[in-house]
């Protein structure tokens, strides 16, 4: 995933859309940057008319003479700046930088921090400056390079993994991989929650504003923050439902499972039945209990229904193990990309999804919904899009493997470029 500016100041350059893990960072400095500290008038832009300001006084400035000279100097950065990344490797990755991305063409002060404008995509970027204008603190996130439609789906073709994409423009296909093949989704079942959520709502069988209690058997592992809070809170099903899509809080969507019903949720996709908890599927892989496993696997209704309530009698698995555990897609959430498609488009105007818009741009689009699911084996990127002319997108991904790691950075290099790349349409 596209690393976060908050971590720590660095000088990073990422690989290119391809299915590589080659990654170039360095830590710099040791003062923390962050986006609250960053000087700058958000809006103001500094377009490209001379090859370097002689003077720089603002971060535009100095993020702007770092790409227009040819050599840089040391005396732009703090002593100590230069002591963690030397001069040469500096200049190394703002070379590649503009070798991949071309012509410097404008420097302009964001919401978040600085984009740096070229030729062939946009690289946002951290910058802090001391008082006299030294650079103490500078990050390079990951580029913003538009692939054509066309492009993104023959690069994902040739991924190793199993794979399936569907692009939609106002609910006609235009790409697609695989767009109704059942895939793996993790996280992203709880798009389904939601809907059923919403169905329950609308007849009023629920109400945003209803209370309930939370319970020590809700409880599950994390994402999340509500398996830490004393039992008997007292929550609304409204904040249930922005935990759970906002941060994919767990216990949000098990608490949401089981005031909602199991049988709602697997009517939106009958191959899930019995519908699972997070913790029911963590305790299924959890390699303590690879006979219950078994049994789910080979039983039928009755008998997996069964399983389930031998799992609740059984502590959440430790973290530990289940990081170390073999990857295992047999106790799984499974959705076709048509089907998130679907489920997205429906809740897409609520307000629980209008929070994360996951590695879509905010500004350049009217409305934004997001939800992705990651774990071993398992990855899915489900955005949905209304451009200013009304126009809609969905951008439904999931790819899975149990044979390598998935190359999330990678994948998502390629998604995001897809999704520039449908700004300019």
Do not use: H
Request: hydrophobic letters at 40%; charged letters at 20%; a negative charge.
């Amino acid at each position: 995933m596209t690393p976060s500016p908050e971590v720590a100041p660095a000088i990073s350059n990422p690989s290119p859309p391809e299915f590589s893990n080659e990654f170039l960072a360095s830590t710099a400095a040791d003062s923390e940057l962050s986006r609250s500290g960053l000087p700058g008038i958000t809006g103001w832009e500094a377009t490209i008319a001379s090859p370097s300001p002689p003077d720089v006084r603002s971060p535009e400035q100095a993020l702007q003479r770092l790409f227009s000279s040819d050599p840089i100097q040391a005396s732009w950065f703090v002593p100590n700046f230069l002591q963690q990344i030397p001069l040469a490797q500096i200049q190394g990755v703002l070379t590649k930088i503009a070798t991949r991305l071309g012509d410097l063409q404008s420097v302009r002060a964001t919401e978040t921090g600085y984009a740096i404008r070229f030729a062939k995509g946009t690289v946002p970027a951290q910058i802090r400056l001391t008082a006299d204008g030294q650079i103490m603190g500078l990050f390079f996130e990951p580029p913003l390079i538009p692939i054509p439609v066309e492009e993104a789906i023959a690069i994902l073709e040739t991924s190793p993994y199993t794979t399936g994409v569907l692009v939609t423009k106002d609910g006609n296909d235009i790409a697609a991989i695989n767009p109704d093949m059942p895939v793996a989704v993790a996280s992203a079942f709880k798009l389904a929650v939601l809907v059923a959520l919403k169905q329950q709502i609308d007849n009023g069988t629920l109400s945003w504003d209803t209370v309930v209690e939370l319970r020590p058997e809700w409880k599950s592992l994390r994402s999340g923050i509500l398996q830490d809070w004393p039992d008997g809170s007292q929550v609304t099903i409204d904040t249930l439902a922005t935990l759970m899509m906002f941060i994919s809080d767990n216990t949000a969507a098990d608490a949401l499972i089981q005031i909602i019903g199991r049988d709602s949720i697997a009517a939106l996709a009958q191959r899930n039945r019995p519908f699972l908890t997070t913790k029911e599927v963590f305790t299924l892989k959890d390699t303590a209990n690879t006979a219950l496993l078994k049994r789910y696997q080979e039983g039928n209704a009755l008998a997996r229904q069964q399983v389930l309530v031998e799992l609740g009698d059984r502590p959440v698995p430790d973290e530990n193990r289940l990081a170390n555990a073999p990857i295992n897609l047999e106790a799984e959430w499974w959705f076709t990309p048509r089907e998130l498609c679907r489920l997205i488009e429906t809740v897409a105007d609520l307000p629980a999804m209008q929070i994360n818009p996951g590695v879509a741009n905010r500004n350049a689009w009217k409305q934004i919904a997001f939800k992705g699911g990651s774990e071993p084996g398992v990855f899915n990127l489900t955005t949905w899009l209304q451009n200013q002319q009304g126009q809609t997108y969905c951008v439904a991904a999931s790819w899975n493997s149990t044979q390598q790691p998935l190359n999330e950075d990678g994948l998502t290099e390629v998604y995001q470029g897809l999704i520039i790349g449908l700004e300019a349409e």
